[in-house]
């Protein structure tokens, strides 16, 4: 079986749409929630992106 709940593969999607893009309130409007709801269901996805945002920023500037 690929998933006990179909909540699974929506829960799967949310936490890659997270961890790919970072984007809190775009993901929130995909899903259809608050950012609210995001930050407490998927906080544990959010762990750990400060170094990846830092990159992105250094990268940025970088290209200037």
């Not at 893009?21 to 950012?35: C, E, F, I, K």
């Not at 762990?47 to 992105?56: I, S, T, Y």
Request: aromatic share 8%; charged share 20%; proline share 3%.
């Amino acid at each position: 079986m690929l998933v006990e709940r179909p909540y699974d593969l929506r829960h799967a999607c949310l936490s890659m749409w997270l961890l790919v893009t970072g984007d809190l309130p775009l993901v929130a409007q995909w899903a259809g929630n608050s950012v609210a709801v995001l930050q407490e269901v998927y906080a544990q996805v959010l762990d750990g992106q400060d170094a990846q945002a830092r990159k992105k920023i250094t990268a940025a500037f970088d290209a200037r």
